[in-house]
């Protein structure tokens, strides 16, 4: 028997936009298994032993904050007002990419032993960790009702799957397609930062008829919601102790920030629970922090 959390309906504001150094949207998978990891800890302070292993992250509602002007060829970022000068003037400040955005999260958990007569002050106590937290740094404004499920992994066929599935509806399911990067690196001989880009880039193509009217067309590589998504960092130094950290007791190094293709897919497309969750991966030997779908 496998115990889920279920965090429907959870609603963010001004999360985090900018899920790596060059890339705008969905927040980073890295933040949502980080906020997952905060509740842990905090769950943990109450109920000892329960681990937050696996994610699966089901999106309803994204608003990113860019602006596109009537002519304008691109979007530019809306920025918060910062207080103005004495003289009026505004002073400078970074651009940061923000996003209000509306999600449900279906958490596994191990070591589970919580007696189902207390579900209900269980469900109530995660509704109000989660209140106070934030997640993808975004505040959060509402909750719907938490749920404990409760799933048997060789009953998929049954109602208990579905009634999950249909729980993470409407919204669209976020996966990893890392297996189209390594398909296209193979065959086409091209390295991942250009096979990423040949995924999400759109084409436009001008074709004349016979009457000299230009029409326009667009497309994409492949069918399918494809995007650039942030899973991870690559250590790029050795690890060690780095001068003025504010750990001295953990091991430090610099890492960058590692970027794959992902998909949005509806849930009824999920066919087995584990294509759709998420949950850390680490490679020593490559220096490789990851987040990964437990399928891949």
């Not at 207390?118 to 937290?133: C, S, T, Y």
């Not at 087995?272 to 490559?286: A, K, V």
């Amino acid at each position: 028997m496998r115990y889920f959390i279920l965090i429907p309906h959870l609603r963010l504001q001004n999360a985090n936009a900018m899920s790596s150094p060059y890339t705008i949207g969905f927040p980073a998978m890295t933040a949502w298994l980080g906020g997952v990891h905060a509740l842990q800890r905090k769950l943990n302070s109450i109920y000892d032993g329960i681990t937050l292993d696996k994610v699966a992250i089901s999106c309803h509602n994204f608003d990113l904050q860019v602006y596109k002007g009537a002519g304008d060829f691109v979007n530019s970022i809306i920025g918060t007002a910062n207080p103005l000068y004495k003289d009026g003037s505004r002073p400078a400040f970074i651009e940061e990419a923000r996003c209000h955005l509306e999600a449900s999260l279906l958490i596994e958990c191990l070591n589970f032993d919580i007696d189902p007569d207390d579900f209900d002050a269980f469900e109530e106590k995660i509704k109000q960790l989660v209140m106070g937290m934030k997640f993808a740094g975004g505040d959060v404004l509402a909750i719907k009702n938490c749920e404990v499920i409760k799933f048997d992994d060789y009953s998929e066929t049954n109602s208990d799957f579905k009634k999950i599935l249909h729980k993470l509806m409407l919204g669209h399911v976020l996966i990893e397609r890392r297996d189209l990067v390594k398909k296209t690196m193979q065959e086409e001989q091209k390295d991942a930062l250009d096979t990423v880009l040949d995924y999400v880039k759109v084409t436009h193509n001008a074709s004349q008829d016979a009457n000299g009217n230009v029409m326009w067309k667009s497309y994409r590589k492949t069918t399918g919601w494809i995007v650039p998504i942030a899973v991870g960092f690559q250590g790029i130094s050795e690890l060690g102790m780095a001068k003025n950290q504010r750990d001295n007791k953990t091991p430090h190094r610099f890492a960058e920030s590692v970027v794959t293709l992902g998909e949005f897919i509806m849930p009824y497309r999920i066919k087995h629970i584990d294509d759709m969750l998420w949950q850390y991966s680490i490679d020593i030997d490559n220096n490789l922090y990851l987040c990964q779908n437990s399928t891949i």
